[in-house]
């Protein structure tokens, strides 16, 4: 299993409850085939540029391990979800 990294952007405007659950089905994906080692909220913030009309974002960072084919799948659900406004998945070399 690979080392992985993983911070999205939700739109800040989602209800408490809507926003759980969507973090929940992604930890759901990654637990299918991997563990999650962390998951860190950072809350709202300021967005560097205007995405899609919104200035803020709920960041969300999750370190996990995983086979090759979970991020891929964690993509395309990343790209099909309204609620998502950005992601980016990175492999970590093991030091």
Same mark, same amino acid.
């Given at each position: 299993m690979r080392k992985y990294e993983v911070m999205f &952007?939700?739109?800040s405007n989602? $209800? =408490?409850e809507k926003r759980n659950a969507l973090i929940e089905k992604f930890k759901g994906i990654i637990e299918t085939n991997g563990e999650i $080692?962390?998951?860190?909220e950072w809350g709202n913030r300021k967005l560097? #540029? =205007?995405i899609k009309k919104m200035n =803020?974002? #709920? #960041?969300v960072v999750?370190?996990?391990k995983a086979d090759k084919d979970v991020p891929k799948e964690l993509d395309r659900n990343f790209? &099909?979800?309204d609620d998502v406004m950005r992601h980016l998945i990175v492999s970590v070399e093991e030091k």
């Open positions: &952007i939700l739109k989602l $209800e =408490e $080692e962390k998951v860190d560097a #540029y =205007e =803020e974002g #709920y #960041y999750m370190n996990f790209r &099909i979800s």
